[in-house]
């Protein structure tokens, strides 16, 4: 998709439908079935009680699972990054290579801090229902907020007030088109989200008590 809106001459879209919509719509459904499966469903379904029956700590099980998680976001991350340089270039649509790269980097940090979000939940309880019920749901939430705020982009400006709810509002994509330098310090939020909420959930796994 991203290919061929930067092919079909329409850069001007990139920001307003993938980066706003596509992208994290599509990223969202991945971490919430994922973040999901890590920890809590494979204790609810039994399956952890014979992986700890190795000689395995908890600690290795939860710091294996986290590099998994963080690693399929940024692969996915650096494939579109590539993705964006390689199209622009065949189709001269005018984006920086620094701008692509500070698109990618925003975006990843907005599914790290989402991700966070899921592995947390994945970490507290035992059971896929209520990681759905929390994670999942915040995930979601966060997710249909920053869509109803985009349309403040599409002439209904009283939805603007909307896009400070959830913290995608953090992705500032309009300040990395614009050159500028706040999105940095917004992005670093996301990654302190991100880094804490993981680590929460890594120390909440390793210290609880697993119906084995």
Known sequence: MLGQLLSMDMAALVNQMYYNMLMPSVISIYIII???????????????????????RRTTVVTTQAIYFIGS?????????GTFMMVNNMA?????ND????????????????AGIMFAASG?????????????LLVLAFL??????????????DLKPVQHFTILSLFDIKNILAGGSDWIPKIAVLGGIG??????????FVKKDLPL
């Open 34 to 56: 994922t973040g999901n499966k890590l920890l809590a469903n494979q204790v609810d379904r039994g399956s952890m009680a014979y992986i700890l029956s190795a000689p395995i």
């Open 73 to 81: 976001l940024a692969a996915t991350f650096l494939t579109t990054t």
């Open 92 to 96: 001269d649509a005018g984006f920086a």
């Open 99 to 114: 701008v692509i790269v500070y698109l990618n980097l925003g975006a990843f940090m907005v599914s790290l801090a989402l």
């Open 124 to 136: 507290i309880f035992n059971l896929s229902k209520n990681v759905m019920g929390t994670g999942g």
């Open 144 to 157: 249909i907020i920053a869509i109803v705020g985009s349309f403040a982009d599409f002439g209904v400006p």
């Open 195 to 204: 880094i804490g909420t993981i680590t929460l959930g890594g120390l909440s």
